[in-house]
């Protein structure tokens, strides 16, 4: 049974930091590029980073470039994204989605930014 359990969300003041993980079972993980995207109240879904299977290449959304990394370690089956200097409009949903053809979802982890 494939799954994707993310975990790490929560409320934070503007300007601080919050890890997600992301930890993956049921397929094999490390030959999949893995991504995270959030959907903010009464907006769609979006791409917010993406690592390729090896870890080896990276990339952002603008909105979120230099602030946030994501990292993957396949000996743990284990997705992250290291959020820093966290914005109000950061808060959203953040899922966790990976696999053959990207079909595999998580079911999202709250992140909430305010004072």
């Known amino acids: 049974q494939v799954q994707l359990v993310e975990s790490g969300g929560g409320l934070v003041q503007p300007g601080g930091s919050l890890r997600l993980s992301c930890a993956a079972s049921?397929?094999?993980?490390?030959?999949?590029?893995m991504s995270w995207y959030r959907q903010a109240p009464g907006k769609e879904r979006e791409l917010v980073a993406r690592?390729?299977?090896?870890?080896?290449?990276?990339n952002y959304a603008d909105s979120v470039k230099g602030r946030f990394t994501i990292s993957r370690d396949n000996a743990k089956n284990t997705v992250y994204l290291q959020m820093n200097s966290l914005k109000p409009e950061d808060t959203a949903v953040y899922f966790c989605n990976g696999g053959p053809l990207s079909r595999y979802w998580g079911q999202g982890t709250q992140v909430t930014v305010s004072s």
């Open positions: 049921g397929f094999t993980f490390r030959t999949y590029a």
């Open positions: 690592i390729t299977s090896s870890g080896g290449s990276t």
